[in-house]
T-cell receptor, first 113, second 113 residues
Framework: NAGVTQTPKFRILKIGQSMTLQCAQD?????MYWYRQDPGMGLKLIYY???????DKGEVPNGYNVSRSTTEDFPLRLELAAPSQTSVYFC????????????FGPGTRLTVT | SQKIEQNSEALNIQEGKTATLTCNYT??????LQWYRQDPGRGPVFLLL?????KEKRKERLKVTFDTTLKQSLFHITASQPADSATYLC????????????FGTGTRLKVLA
């Protein structure tokens, strides 16, 4: 049981490039989330999904896109990378319902220069 | 506007003492509040959840209180140890029924030997 996995661990992008951050979970969780965390700050929700085929925006969705074609995978796409997207990105998942805890992946550290 | 506030300054305490961290919120009516621990370079790890109708929750050396009148949660670590040094995040459900969790910025705790 690997939990939540994220790839890559680190990435440097040039301004204007695109990339996809991968996230997968093997716990059969319905809910999945993408957060970004800037230095000294808390987690900001980018997008979330409550099941395959269903996604919705969080607090800071601009510049990002997601898809959820399977229960296991929830990739985050960055189009036209900008320096403001330099951050650490965390994927999380949990069971449906309000009481369940979130399980986080190890994070992807992204630098846009 | 909606806000979650945690002490932004680091908290230094002596080993063996009780650490108390505060989480205040405004313009939310959460049904659940969670606390997470985050070590440098890692994703957050769930510690405790407390419901709005619970005053207090305990787990080993950890205790959480939830006062919906004061709109405040306190997180206590008794008999603190240097291994407890980390950043602690509170998170509450955003009351929208979708069970998105909004995170505070976290408080960095350092336990001195």
């Amino acid at each position: 049981n690997a939990g939540v996995t994220q790839t890559p661990k680190f990435r440097i992008l040039k301004i204007g490039q695109s990339m996809t951050l991968q996230c997968a979970q093997d716990m059969n969780h319905n809910y999945m989330y993408w957060y970004r965390q800037d230095p000294g700050m808390g987690l900001k929700l980018i997008y979330y999904s409550v099941g395959a085929g269903i996604t919705d925006k969080g607090e800071v969705p601009n510049g990002y896109n997601v898809s959820r074609s399977t229960t296991e995978d929830f990739p985050l796409r960055l189009e036209l990378a900008a320096p403001s997207q330099t951050s650490v990105y965390f994927c999380a998942s949990r069971l449906a319902g309000g009481r369940s805890e979130q399980y986080f992946g190890p994070g992807t550290r992204l630098t846009v220069t | 506007s909606q806000k979650i506030e945690q002490n932004s300054e680091a908290l230094n305490i002596q080993e063996g003492k009780t650490a108390t961290l505060t989480c205040n919120y405004t313009n939310y009516s959460p049904a659940y509040l969670q606390w997470y621990r985050q070590d440098p370079g890692r994703g957050p790890v769930f510690l405790l959840l407390i419901r709005e109708n619970e005053k207090e929750k305990r787990k080993e050396r950890l205790k959480v209180t939830f006062d919906t009148t004061l709109k405040q949660s306190l997180f206590h670590i008794t008999a603190s140890q240097p291994a407890d040094s980390a950043t602690y995040l509170c998170a509450l459900d955003d009351s929208s029924g979708t069970y998105k969790y909004i995170f505070g910025t976290g408080t960095r705790l350092k336990v001195l030997a």
